[in-house]
């Protein structure tokens, strides 16, 4: 009697220990099924990039500068440290080959597919708050006096003492959009999203007490802040503009790291009071 009724048992367990551990659904297997489940959201991404080229194309706000106010506008007008078309490799396909390399790991097309979502989501609503409020606010960029008056030749109404430009359109129209930062803006959201992926991959905030983990995912915001800080020296941002464009993508990336990937950010959290020992088998859940 013992015998037959351990049997169940025994095979049970042999039949857990066959099982696949962490065993997740592929592209091949899932990944139509995914993308088409969540249809409206990408549809959603293709009208956040319709208003933001909409909100790139029109005409800023003209805020009034006046010729006492050239002392802080003649900086030199200088090329960008970091170029336009780096900002979506650092903020989005950097970190979208990370993404890809996990999925190489653990074969999780949920995973892949939530974390792309995720980032686009992230840098896209950023890229829409940052210049609807660059058209509004309309400020004028550190280097100002040089897009104006490329001859260095200043021309100011008699009346108002405002300036009349007569620099370059396009350079002018790109002199009004200085707050808030859009370079550093769009690396937050990016880079803040993936600073959250990984906490959660490398399981950051567990109680094992390894430093080394928080070095890992504060590299990210490092390097968001040295585009940060390129965008002061090169005299494009004034520095409440790179302060301002930073808060708006790291608060972006928060909802988009939460709604769609909350359980990576907070897995081993909710872990915290009840299991100390993780298998490295699925340490990248």
Not at 50 to 72: K, Q, S
Not at 84 to 96: D, E, N, T, Y
Request: with cysteine; proline share 5%; charged share 15%.
């Amino acid at each position: 009697m013992e015998a037959s009724s351990s049997a169940p048992g025994c095979m049970h367990a042999a039949a857990a220990a066959a099982a696949p551990a962490c065993a997740f659904p592929t592209i091949r297997s899932h990944g139509r099924r995914v993308a088409r489940s969540h249809a409206y959201d990408w549809l959603a991404l293709l009208v956040l990039v319709a208003v933001d080229g909409l909100l790139n194309a029109i005409e800023p706000f003209h805020r009034f500068v006046g010729a006492g106010m050239m002392a802080d506008l003649r900086y030199p007008l200088k090329h960008n440290t970091v170029p336009v078309w780096a900002v979506p490799i650092i903020a989005v396909i950097g970190p979208v080959i990370i993404f890809t390399v996990v999925y190489i790991r653990r074969r999780n097309v949920y995973d892949l597919h939530h974390a792309v979502l995720g980032i686009l989501f992230s840098v896209l609503i950023t890229g829409v708050l940052t210049d609807a409020i660059k058209d509004a606010v309309g400020r004028p960029r550190p280097d100002f006096f040089w897009r104006c008056f490329p001859d260095g030749i200043a021309v100011f109404d008699n009346v108002t003492t405002g300036v009349i430009c007569h620099g370059d359109a396009g350079v002018i129209k790109e002199g009004y959009k200085s707050f808030p930062s859009g370079h550093t803006s769009w690396s937050f959201a990016g880079l803040g999203f993936l600073s959250w992926y990984l906490a959660g991959k490398i399981t950051a905030f567990d109680r094992r007490g390894h430093v080394a983990k928080l070095c890992i995912v504060l590299l990210p915001l490092l390097l968001a802040a040295m585009v940060a800080i390129s965008r002061v020296d090169d005299y494009w941002h004034h520095w409440q503009d790179v302060f301002t464009g930073g808060v708006i993508g790291t608060t972006s990336s928060l909802p988009a790291s939460w709604k769609l990937h909350r359980t990576a950010i907070l897995n081993h959290l909710v872990e915290f009071v009840a299991a100390d020992d993780l298998s490295p088998s699925c340490m990248f859940v």
